[in-house]
């Protein structure tokens, strides 16, 4: 797929090549995101890609991700001057209530969500419906590295290579009717096994909800990934199918997709639902737009702590502006949060 993104968007190639021990397996395509042509790199490793994806545990990856990574085009990248953040922090330091409510517990509770096999439905206002094993719904796709940044609502951040498809690619392939306006994407739900949803006092209405705008789902830079750091995705981080669209708070991001509804209303989602005053629809990064409890001005980009907190500005749209402002214009933001 040809994606064209504004220069603002582009990085140095340092930034983007992988870590050594799959560099062998990797066949360079020319990368359309930067507009290079297709041409053959070179497959040594610098000090630098080590660096980067140190603490990347081994992969027990299924056939088809593995068959998936000789074609993937890895110059997808889009946090411009950015450091990888290490993985061991992208991985034991989450939001996953399905696992439990505090920032290990999606980690010590990973063996609780049971992936394989792993079914999706895609429904609704859609001319191709369908119910797909996750390797038949990736099968089609070229998987694409993307660096991009994660702020969350709370106020952390990080930058995490995903490996993913754009979701546009996934839509065309079903296609939207003229009653499809918005995308509603929903998580397994699975009493038996998931600690947060076993208890029947929990506050959130399973399964967790999101949604996206019609427009906003066909934007390139928002992805269904499948892997991150050159790997399958930790069940932490949304094993085995996530979405990310990085302009937007990390909640927008749901984790463990099991169904992808195209439908006609603007979808209810958990965090509306549950606080309708402090988390929107839209969740749009806005460091004018304070939430209630907390300012959006600043925030800390992991590993943080007491002695090092790393505190930065945080970006209008987390730094996406060029590439996503215009599915805004004429909107009230605070109004539209
Ligand atoms: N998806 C589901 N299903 N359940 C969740 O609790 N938490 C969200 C989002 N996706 C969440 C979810 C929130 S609040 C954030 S900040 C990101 O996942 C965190 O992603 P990470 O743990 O990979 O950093």
Redesign the pocket.
């Known amino acids: 797929m040809l994606i064209k993104l504004p220069p603002a968007s582009a990085c140095k190639e340092s930034d983007v090549t992988p870590e050594s021990i799959y560099l062998s397996r990797r066949k360079f395509v020319g990368s359309s995101m930067l507009g290079l042509a297709a041409t053959a790199m070179p497959v040594l490793a610098r000090a630098e890609d080590a660096v980067r994806y140190a603490g990347v545990e081994p992969a027990k990856a299924p056939a088809w991700f593995q068959s998936k990574l000789s074609s993937t085009q890895w110059q997808a990248v889009v946090a411009k001057g950015e450091t990888i953040t290490p993985y061991v922090d ?1 991985t034991q ?6 696992l439990g409510a505090n920032k290990g517990d ?1 980690k010590a509770n990973a063996a609780a969500l049971k992936t394989e096999p792993w079914t999706v439905v895609v429904d609704g206002e859609v001319a191709n419906p369908g119910r797909y094993n996750l390797e038949d719904f990736i099968q089609p796709h070229q998987l694409e590295e993307r660096i991009y940044r ?1 702020r ?3 106020a952390w951040s ?1 930058v ?1 290579p995903w490996l993913g498809i754009p979701l546009s690619a996934l839509l065309k392939q079903v296609a939207p009717t003229s009653k499809g306006k918005f995308v509603r994407f929903e ?1 397994l739900v699975d009493r038996e096994n998931l600690p ?1 949803q076993k208890s029947s006092f929990g506050l959130i209405d399973w ?2 909800v ?1 949604g996206l705008r019609i427009d906003e789902a066909m934007n390139p830079l928002a992805i269904l990934a499948v892997g991150m750091y050159g790997r399958t995705l930790p069940n ?3 094993a085995p199918l ?1 979405l990310v669209v990085p302009w937007k ?8 997709i099991v169904r992808i509804s195209l439908v006609e209303e603007q979808p209810k989602t ?2 509306q639902s549950l606080a309708a005053d402090e988390y929107g629809f839209y969740a749009n990064v806005n460091p004018s737009v304070d939430h209630p409890r907390w300012t959006q001005a600043r925030e800390r980009r992991l590993p943080s702590g007491l002695f090092s907190p790393n505190v930065r500005d945080t970006l209008m749209f987390n730094g996406y502006g060029d590439e996503v402002a215009s599915l805004y214009s004429g909107m009230d933001l605070r109004v539209n949060y």
């Not at 708070?249 to 463990?256: A, L, M, P, Q, R």
């Open positions: 992208a330091y989450n939001n996953f209530y399905e999606p994660l969350c609502v709370e990080m995490v998580t947060g399964p967790y999101e932490q981080n949304g996530r708070y990390g909640f927008k991001s749901i984790k463990s958990t965090w």
